[in-house]
């Protein structure tokens, strides 16, 4: 019987496998040249994500010349590549110098039976043949079965079982259509525990077309699961997967110090802004830490408790990722709080009564002026000093 302690004490430990060079290849609007895929890499590995995922050598000659490339630059995060249960595509992989190799095989009854039509004692006759391939190569092995949540489990625990017996890394398990909550998820991962060997991992890959990967992901580690499948802002098929951003700010409330220490998270930005740049995408208005809202404060009741202290309505700091906070004033919903804070920053000494009639005034113009900003709050605040008269 697992209890709740052991299964907190898993959020301790885990490692990032960013997929932005493989799943976020999948996105629509991604095109990356050899350079751009350079530089995802350098960016991702000075970040300190433990594991890059990159496309299978056999998807295309570039792909195959770009895998060679990134290994070749010795970055300290390993690579991994990730291929079909092939001959081809193993023989392939292990020619570009990869650090590990990612296999999938689609385990569903609905893949099995309208994409590669093959059944599970094929699957285990062929994946056992390529792990045993890939172990004369010295590479970590990873064996995943696309569509895990809609395959049937005493299918996924037979395979897991049989492969995971060869001696593997890892097995992975994918929520390919994102249809699985935390709930499935955790059950599933512990059923799967029961079944493999303890040394063997559990990596999860979560997609987000219902708004769970990240939940999801979480669920995975709680339950046993010590490898995440991100990607930047969360690219990939369809709208994605887990993003990198939004899964660091759900550990990071669990486990700062372990955050932190391993993961440079100032850089984040940067990683987000190049990502952005390159597949032509916006990042959205309430993106997880980066998004333009995510450290602002507006209405008085919360600016006031903010501005004594922060963590009453922050569960992240802000410094913590190199950015700051913003407490917006210029708006119908200020406060005298924000506002006598406001006149401190401008060095003006300001008596209560004068700071509420000020307030008073600043809401009922920003109620009826659309573009009132800090700066006509200033304006205000240093006439009514000066001259002690409002406009
Ligand atoms: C896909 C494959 C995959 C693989 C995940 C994995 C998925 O594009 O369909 O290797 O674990 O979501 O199943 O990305
Ligand atoms: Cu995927």
Do not use: W
Not at 219 to 235: E, F, Q, S
Not at 284 to 290: A, L
Request: glycine share 6%.
């Amino acid at each position: 019987m697992t209890t709740i302690s052991e299964l907190e004490k898993n959020l301790n430990k885990f490692y990032i496998i960013d997929s932005t060079l493989r799943e976020g290849e999948q996105f629509i609007n991604s095109n990356f040249s050899s350079t751009e895929k350079k530089n995802i890499a350098q960016y991702l590995s000075d970040f300190g994500i433990e594991f890059l995922e990159l496309t299978n050598p056999s998807a295309s000659l570039q792909s195959y010349e770009d895998c060679k490339m990134i290994t070749q630059l010795n970055l300290k995060t390993k690579i991994l590549t990730h291929i079909r249960c092939t001959n081809e595509d193993a023989q392939k992989a292990v020619e570009t110098g990869v650090d590990g190799v990612d296999i999938l095989f689609g385990t569903s009854s609905l893949l099995r039976e309208f994409s590669h039509g093959k059944d599970i004692d094929f699957i285990i006759k062929k994946a056992t043949e390529i792990v045993k391939f890939l172990q004369q190569h010295n590479v970590q092995i990873r064996f995943s079965s696309e569509d895990s949540f809609r395959s049937e489990l005493k299918d996924l625990l037979k395979i897991y079982k049989a492969v995971s017996s060869l001696g593997i890394d890892r097995i992975g398990i994918a929520d390919t259509v994102g249809c699985a909550t935390p709930y499935q998820v955790e059950y599933v991962i512990q059923e799967v525990r029961k079944v493999i060997p303890r040394q063997c991992e559990i990596e999860f890959h979560g997609h987000n077309d219902t708004g769970c990967a990240i939940a999801n992901s979480y669920a995975a580690i709680k339950a046993g699961a010590k490898y995440i499948d991100v990607t930047v802002l969360g690219i990939g098929e369809r709208n994605g997967i887990t993003p990198l951003g939004g899964f660091l700010a759900r550990m990071i409330v669990d486990n700062p110090e372990y955050v932190k220490a391993k993961y440079v998270l100032p850089k984040l930005k940067q990683i987000e802004n190049y990502v952005s740049q390159v597949t032509s995408i916006d990042i959205p208005f309430n993106n997880y830490i980066t998004g333009f809202c995510s450290f602002t404060h507006k209405a008085g009741i919360h600016t006031k408790a903010v501005l004594n202290n922060p963590k009453t309505y922050e569960i992240l700091s802000p410094a913590d990722f190199g950015l700051s906070r913003f407490i917006s004033i210029a708006h119908k919903l200020t406060g005298r709080h924000a506002i006598q804070h406001r006149a401190t920053q401008l060095k003006l000494s300001l008596r209560e009564d004068e700071i509420k009639l000020l307030t008073f005034k600043i809401k009922n113009l920003a109620e009826i002026k659309k573009d009132f900003t800090l700066s006509d709050v200033d304006k205000l605040l240093i006439n009514f000093k000066s001259n002690f008269n409002f406009v």
